[in-house]
Structure formats: structure tokens, C-alpha cells
């Protein structure tokens, strides 16, 4: 086959010098700027944030497991749920009772005039912590005049409900209601303590109670070691001579 010599050449030509233009040039690396290091006391700020977060997820996994745990202990133990009605109500008879043998001594003058004396006496500490210019012999005083003062209104108190039948009757009630579901709880405690799902989220909580107690201790020593590392630069800049004419820096 024939080939003109001159465009021979010309291919040729092409080829070896202009190949190079057809091809794709390939996209510029893009340069990235890498991230800031933290500092370490910032790390160990962080590490503490986290490791609150973690104890309070897992308490809440805890709570759960528990409650799981109560509501089938209480299927297959009817009484637990009679004792905790029991409690509720012995609860608020005490509180109903002791209200109504009390109505008697607010009419009583000396009474009277002891929960204005201690309403007094705390307006006044407020006055004094919130005035920046007290004392503190004055913020001390008042302190023990609240005390004082408090002290005599439950004396009145306690001297009405301890001498009434009714309080007294409520009080006995309350506690042996108390005894009662503490024993179902110690149930359930036992229970809990058997429970697979219960101890796994036990476990993970108590791991991270460790781990909040060990980044609170790191944050303490960096926070220590950059105090150091800041007064160290501050004095070694105040010992570096200072230019004639401009007074020193401190």
C-alpha cells in the first residue's frame, strides 16, 4: 500500500509532539488543612462530657432493667402491690392527721408570734447574703437566729403531735407499712441480682461511674499542668529585659 510521505511525516510529527494535549490533564490534588491538635486539657474536657453522657445512659438502661424486673416480680406476688397501696395511704393519713392536730395551735398567740418571729429571722438572712457589704459576724448571727428561731416553732410542734393519739396511731401505722414494703423490695433486690439483663446493664453503669471518676482526675491534672505551663510563660516574659525608655511589664 502506498502512503504519501509527507503526511507520514506529518502524523508522525503529530504524534510525537501534540499526543500529549489530547489526553486529560488530571485535577489538581486538592491540599486539605488538617485539623487543629487539641490541647490536652481540652481532650480531657471532653472525656469528662463523655463519660457523664455514658453514666447518664446508662442509668437509664439500669432503671429500666429494674423496673422490668419489679413488674414480673409483682405479677407472681400479688401482696407487693397491696403493700405499696398500703404505704401510699398510711403516707397521707399521717400528713392529713398531723394537719388537723396542728389547725388547733396556730390560733395560739405564742405560736403565732414564733412563725413571725422566724419569718422574720430568714427575710432577714436573705437581706444580709444578698447585700455583698455584710459581714460575716452579721451573716453568722443571723444564721443563729434562724436556728433558734426554727427551733422553738418545732418544739411547739412537736410537743401537739407527740401527745396526740391519732398522730401517734398514724405514725405506728406508717412504719409498720414501711417494714412491710422494704421487705418486698429486699425481694426484688434478690431478684435483680440473679437477672442476666439486670446485671449487664449493672455492670455498664458501674463501668462508667469508673470512667467519669478517671476523666474528672485527668481534668484535674491538666488543668493543673496548663495553670503551670501558663504562670511559667508569664514570668519567663517578665524576665526577658525590656527595651530602654518603655517602663517595665508586669
Known amino acids: 500500500m502506498w502512503i504519501n510521505t509527507g503526511s507520514k511525516w506529518l502524523l508522525s510529527a503529530f504524534l510525537s509532539a501534540g499526543v500529549t494535549a489530547a489526553l486529560p490533564l488530571a485535577a489538581p490534588a486538592q491540599l486539605t488543612t488538617p485539623p487543629a ?3 490536652p486539657l481540652t481532650q480531657a474536657r471532653k472525656q469528662v462530657t463523655d463519660a457523664r453522657v455514658e453514666v447518664s445512659q ?5 432503671e429500666r432493667a429494674r423496673v422490668r424486673v419489679e413488674a414480673n416480680f409483682g405479677k407472681t406476688n400479688p401482696g407487693y402491690a397491696v403493700a405499696q397501696k398500703a404505704y401510699e395511704k398510711a403516707l397521707a393519713d399521717v400528713k392529713n392527721i398531723t394537719a388537723a392536730a396542728l389547725a388547733g395551735l396556730k390560733s395560739k398567740p405564742e405560736y403565732v408570734d414564733a412563725l ?3 419569718q422574720a429571722a430568714k427575710d432577714k438572712q436573705a437581706a444580709l447574703q444578698a447585700d455583698s457589704k455584710s459581714s460575716e459576724d452579721d451573716l453568722q448571727a443571723a444564721f443563729t437566729t434562724v436556728v433558734t428561731d426554727t427551733k ?3 418544739d411547739m410542734e412537736d410537743t401537739v403531735t407527740q401527745n396526740d393519739p391519732k398522730v401517734v396511731d398514724a405514725k405506728q401505722r406508717l412504719t409498720d407499712a414501711k417494714a412491710n414494703l422494704d421487705d418486698f423490695k429486699s425481694k426484688i433486690d434478690a431478684a ?3 437477672d442476666p439483663e439486670y446485671q449487664q446493664a449493672y455492670q455498664a453503669a458501674t463501668g462508667a461511674e469508673q470512667k ?14 496548663a495553670a503551670a505551663a501558663a504562670a511559667a510563660a508569664a514570668r ?3 524576665s526577658q529585659p525590656q527595651p530602654s525608655g518603655q517602663p517595665p511589664r508586669y
Open 37 to 39: 491538635q487539641q490541647s
Open 58 to 62: 446508662t442509668k437509664v438502661a439500669l
Open 116 to 118: 413571725k418571729a422566724k
Open 152 to 154: 422553738i416553732v418545732s
Open 192 to 194: 435483680c441480682a440473679t
Open 212 to 225: 467519669l471518676t478517671q476523666a474528672q482526675a485527668s481534668l484535674q491534672q491538666q488543668a493543673a499542668a
Open 236 to 238: 519567663a516574659k517578665a
